[in-house]
């Protein structure tokens, strides 16, 4: 396969990256890690007049933490995010999740930011921003606006990005004394999209859940929050009750659409039966029973 005839730019600064994507008119797409749009290009789904590579913008390099938020950059690999200390200690889930995103190679290339563009609702990111209320920091010539995963995420592999607009940084909140958190995938095959997967956080005061977050990734267009769910684990009496009443919700709720690798009943019982396991997860690690 061959992609179609484009234009290359390579700039060094991020106002002259902007300035190309306007100049262009929504005719042209930003490459970061590539890992999506090259196989689009080469599959000719997409025909832009030119790509503009931010790879040399070394402002968009960075992860670093500032006033209770792990900041990424919209050139940060997603290995060097998955190996980062920062996000291990701060930002958990992740770094949980980051393992699972398709082999090593490809997280040597492909972005945080990226991933969360191409918002693919299969992908394990979108998961992770959904259930930390992450910010997404959007740029265009004339301002910056901060949005978050509900108007960020609009459909199947769309956003609420503008042609002139990149995505230059997200922001996950950092992981507060008493959480806990877990994140459990199936796919056909490792490295694939995932069937279903969820991300799964507990807070637990004197070995009881007070607060839950739990977020579905290929259980529809968008990721998903089930706050449903979550108000079902709270309310229970028991943690085991909790687990069955947060799984029910997630069965009945979730509305995922079915494909040539799962139907979407297949896909729900996915989900009903990663709530409990992440769950289950996410409590013994603070000292819960299993």
């Not at 997280?107 to 910010?135: I, W, Y």
């Not at 606006?145 to 042609?163: I, N, Q």
């Not at 607060?211 to 769910?229: K, S, W």
């Not at 996915?270 to 769950?279: E, G, K, P, S």
């Amino acid at each position: 396969m061959k992609p179609p005839v484009f234009q290359y730019h390579d700039p060094r600064t991020l106002r002259e990256a902007l300035e190309l994507l306007r100049s262009y008119g929504g005719e042209a797409k930003v490459l970061a890690g590539g890992q999506s749009l090259v196989p689009l290009l080469n599959l000719r789904l997409v025909r832009p007049k030119a790509l503009v590579d931010i790879n040399r913008i070394g402002e968009l390099d960075y992860i670093e933490e500032e006033d209770g938020w792990v900041r990424i950059g919209a050139v940060a690999r997603q290995r060097t995010a998955e190996r980062s200390d920062l996000v291990r200690s701060r930002v958990p889930l992740l770094a949980q999740a980051l393992r699972w995103v398709g082999h090593p190679p490809i997280r040597n290339r492909g972005t945080v930011c990226g991933s969360l563009a191409h918002a693919d609702p299969a992908a394990e990111l979108g998961a992770v921003a959904a259930a930390l209320d992450a910010r997404f920091v959007i740029q265009n010539l004339d301002h910056q606006r901060v949005v978050g995963p509900e108007a960020f995420f609009v459909t199947y592999l769309t956003t609420c990005l503008e042609p002139d607009e990149i995505l230059v940084e997200v922001r996950f909140p950092t992981s507060r004394p008493g959480w806990s958190w877990a994140f459990e995938e199936v796919s056909v095959r490792h490295g694939d999209y995932a069937l279903a997967a969820v991300a799964a956080g507990v807070r637990l005061e004197d070995g009881r859940v007070v607060d839950a977050r739990l977020a579905y990734a290929g259980m529809g267009p968008v990721p998903v929050r089930l706050q449903e769910a979550e108000a079902a684990l709270l309310a229970a009496s028991s943690f085991e009750g909790g687990l069955k009443a947060a799984a029910e919700e997630a069965m009945g709720r979730l509305q995922p659409d079915g494909d040539l690798h799962a139907s979407s009943e297949f896909r729900r019982h996915l989900a009903a039966a990663l709530t409990r396991r992440a769950l289950r997860r996410a409590y013994a690690a603070m000292g819960g029973v299993r």
